[in-house]
């Protein structure tokens, strides 16, 4: 359907907080129309991101039963970051748009069994929780515009190092060394 082919583009350039009227004219179709398919922006960006969200949840069901919950967790936070670098909107609507509570009710479940998995296995801090992920981010999401164009290397760079201050402190020796076993 061309508006929601119009509506993806446009809010993954500019966010969920793209004009309809803009959805409208790169649809090529006229407001009323838009207004009469999707009455509200929240119907529109779900339905926008519906079939995402859809390969998300499986995604997120499947990762949640990984061995490994500290690389669970650092591929999946990666994986949302990258997304972030090409699509602005998701991520954005994920967070703290309207009219996905539902997925982003889903999303908090998941991230959160995937934190105590972590926090259980000794890998991530004990305080590490579902506030810190979503900081982490909008803190990529700036760290995005302000290096445009070399955003991909950038959000990387930022989420390694946000990544590594989750990691569980390693147990030292009295000399200050890790200690081995």
Not at 61 to 79: E, G, K, N, W
Not at 108 to 120: F, I, S, Y
Request: proline share 4%; with cysteine; hydrophobic share 45%.
């Amino acid at each position: 359907m061309r508006i929601i082919a119009a509506a993806r583009d446009l809010i993954a350039e500019a966010g969920p907080g793209v004009p309809m009227a803009r959805v409208a004219r790169r649809a090529g179709v006229g407001v009323a129309t838009l207004y009469r398919r999707f009455p509200t922006r929240d119907d529109l960006v779900a339905e926008t991101y519906a079939d995402q969200h859809a390969e998300c949840a499986a995604s997120w069901r499947q990762v949640v039963r990984d061995s490994d919950p500290a690389r669970a967790l650092r591929d999946t936070i990666l994986r949302l970051c990258a997304t972030q670098v090409v699509d602005r909107g998701y991520t954005a609507a994920i967070l703290g748009g309207r009219g996905l509570e539902d997925e982003r009710m889903e999303y908090d479940r998941a991230l959160t069994v995937l934190l105590d998995q972590a926090k259980a296995a000794g890998s991530l801090r004990p305080g590490i929780g579902v506030g810190d992920l979503r900081l982490l981010l909008a803190g990529n999401a700036g760290v995005i515009a302000a290096a445009w164009p070399a955003a991909a290397t950038a959000s990387r760079r930022f989420v390694e190092h946000m990544l590594r201050s989750f990691e569980a402190p390693r147990e030292t020796s009295r000399q200050g060394t890790p200690t081995q076993c």
